[in-house]
């Protein structure tokens, strides 16, 4: 037995392996049935890739790549979160050109979506993360490889309420990303 034994990491993982890891959240079958058809009509109107429905998600912060050994102590912390359920609005079909993305976003941030994700950032500061100084914008991505320029289609109200919120792992590969949820937690 050697003398460092107890820094070693888990049975089974590697030293030094990252996963790319998010908080968001995921919609129950109703939610996801909207989406999927805003989907199509975002699509119609900008192309490029659409998002499949069974990925269909709105982060709420992305951490980035994070060593496995601290997705315990993520685990841990994101399940000593309280806050309360909320119902967000989401109204307008956008594509932004800096990314080619098109997506479903709301102009409001309800006050409990805003505590939630700050409560997410501190953290993702307190695992040794940078704090996140843009602007949260809550939204939906709904292609990618879009063609911006067109005028946006109609207003949309989708209405969705959130209940718990996931921390997922993204493997990305040719055929689009793979998310596997790592851990759920209730929104109360
Ligand atoms: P997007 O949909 O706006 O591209 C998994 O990749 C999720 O994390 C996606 O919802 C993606 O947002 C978001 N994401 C990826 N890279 C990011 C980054 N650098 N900053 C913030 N969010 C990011």
Do not use: E, I
């Given at each position: 037995v050697r003398a460092d034994d107890d820094a070693a990491p888990p049975q089974g993982v590697a030293p030094g392996e990252t996963a790319r890891l998010f908080f968001a959240l995921w919609p129950d079958p109703v939610t996801r049935a909207a989406l999927e058809a805003t989907t199509r009509r975002a699509h119609a109107a900008y192309g490029g890739k659409p998002t499949r429905g069974d990925t269909l998600h709105l982060t709420l912060r992305f951490l980035g790549d994070v060593a496995l050994a601290c997705i315990p102590t993520l685990c841990a912390s994101a399940a000593g979160i309280r806050a309360p359920a909320f119902t967000l609005v989401l109204d307008h079909i956008d594509c932004w050109h800096h990314n080619r993305i098109a997506c479903l976003g709301g102009r409001e941030t309800p006050g409990a979506l805003g505590a939630l994700v700050a409560a997410l950032d501190d953290l993702a500061v307190e695992a040794g993360l940078p704090r996140e100084t843009r602007p949260?914008?809550?939204?939906?991505?709904l292609a990618r490889g879009a063609t911006c320029g067109q005028e946006n289609p109609a207003p949309e109200k989708l209405l969705w309420t959130a209940r718990d919120f996931v921390l997922v792992r993204s493997s990305?590969?040719?055929?689009?990303?793979?998310?596997?949820?790592?851990?759920?937690?209730?929104?109360?």
């Open positions: 949260y914008r809550p939204h939906v991505t990305l590969r040719t055929a689009g990303a793979r998310y596997q949820q790592l851990g759920r937690w209730p929104l109360l």
